[in-house]
C-alpha cells in the first residue's frame, strides 16, 4: 500500500472523525470540473463549426486573401493554430477569440460576435461522467459544501452549465456551492488594473468568483481559501482532481458517520479500509 496514500487518507479520515460530532460541515471540497466531465475533442471544431453554420462563410467572404479555392487551406490553418493557442491560453472561449482576433488581424476575414459565439457553444462539449456525478451528489448527501473549479473561463462555464442542465439534465450549480474560474480577455482587464486574487463576477451570484490565475497557483489558493471561508467558515478544505478521489472521499465518510469516535475498533477499521482500498492517489489538502 502507497506510504503516501495510507497517510493522508488517515488523515482525511481522522479529520473527519474529530469534527463531525462538533458541526455539520467537517470539510470543504473543492472539485475540478474535470473530475466529473471531459470536454469532448475539439480538434475539428473549425471544419463542423463551417458545416453548421452557414453564416461563418460570410466571415471568409471579407477576406482580402481568401479565395473559394484556398478555403480548405485556411481551414487546415486555422485548426494549427488553434491547437497552438490552446498550449498556452487556458480557457476555451479564451482560445477562440484569441484565434479569430489573430485572423482578423492577419486579413483573413472579418469575424462576427455570431461567428465567433457559434464556435464556443461547439468548442464547450462536456462529455459527462456519471458515476462521479453520483459519487459527489452522495458527498453532498453528508452535508459537505462543495466548490467547482478548474481552467474554465466564465465564458466557457456559463455554456458549460447550460449545457450540462439541457442535455444531461444535471445542475452544476446545484452541484456545487461555489464557483471558481478564470477570467474571461474582457475580464482580465479587472486584473490588469488591479492586485486583489479575485473578484466576485456578479451580484446576483456572490459565491462565483473569477480568479485571476487556474490553480496550482497562489492567487488560485487564495481565491479557494476565500470562497470555502464565506461558504462554512474555518473549515478545512480538500481538493479532488479525478473520480477515484471522489470514492476515496464516499468511502471515508460513510466509515466515518457509521462509526462512531469512542469505537475501539476504530483503527483497526480505517486499516481495513485502506487494505482494500486499491486506488493509488489521494486527496489533497488545501
Known amino acids: 500500500m502507497c506510504i503516501r496514500l495510507r497517510s493522508l487518507y488517515i488523515a482525511l479520515t481522522a479529520l473527519i472523525m474529530t469534527r463531525v460530532t462538533a458541526m455539520n460541515q467537517p470539510i470543504v ?28 462563410m460570410s466571415c471568409f467572404y471579407k477576406s482580402r486573401i481568401i479565395t473559394p479555392w484556398r ?7 486555422m485548426q494549427k493554430r488553434g491547437v497552438e493557442i490552446a498550449s498556452t491560453t487556458p480557457g476555451i472561449t479564451n482560445t477562440i477569440r484569441k ?16 461567428a465567433i459565439n457559434c464556435f464556443n457553444e461547439i468548442g464547450v462539449n462536456p462529455v459527462v461522467d ?6 459527489l451528489s452522495e458527498i453532498k448527501s453528508f452535508k459537505i459544501p462543495t466548490i ?31 464557483i471558481i474560474t478564470i477570467p474571461t480577455l474582457e475580464e482580465q ?14 451580484k446576483a451570484n456572490p459565491r462565483w468568483l473569477v480568479s485571476r490565475t487556474s490553480a496550482p497557483s497562489l492567487s488560485a489558493t487564495n481565491t479557494l481559501k476565500m470562497l470555502a471561508l464565506d461558504i462554512a467558515g474555518e473549515t478545512p478544505i480538500w481538493s479532488v482532481n479525478t473520480k477515484e478521489q471522489l ?26 479500509i485502506i487494505a482494500q482500498s486499491p486506488i493509488m492517489i489521494s486527496p489533497t489538502r488545501v
Open 29 to 56: 471540497l473543492a472539485c475540478n470540473f474535470e473530475a466529473i466531465s471531459k470536454n469532448a475533442e475539439t480538434g475539428n471544431i473549425i471544419s463542423s463549426a463551417l458545416k453548421s453554420a452557414w453564416h461563418i
Open 71 to 77: 478555403l480548405r487551406e485556411t481551414i487546415t490553418h
Open 99 to 114: 484565434l479569430f482576433t489573430e485572423l482578423e488581424e492577419q486579413g483573413y476575414g472579418k469575424f462576427t460576435d455570431t
Open 130 to 135: 456519471h458515476q462521479a456525478v453520483s459519487l
Open 148 to 178: 467547482g473549479m478548474g481552467s474554465q473561463d466564465s465564458l466557457e462555464h456559463e455554456i458549460y452549465a447550460q449545457k450540462m442542465l439541457k442535455e444531461q439534465t444535471i445542475d452544476v450549480h446545484e452541484l456545487y456551492d461555489g
Open 189 to 202: 482587464t479587472v486584473f490588469d488594473l488591479s492586485s486583489g486574487d479575485c473578484f466576485v463576477r456578479s
Open 247 to 272: 470514492a476515496i472521499v464516499v468511502n471515508a465518510l460513510h466509515r466515518v458517520f457509521e462509526l462512531r469516535p469512542s469505537s475501539p475498533d476504530q483503527a483497526k477499521a480505517l486499516d481495513q
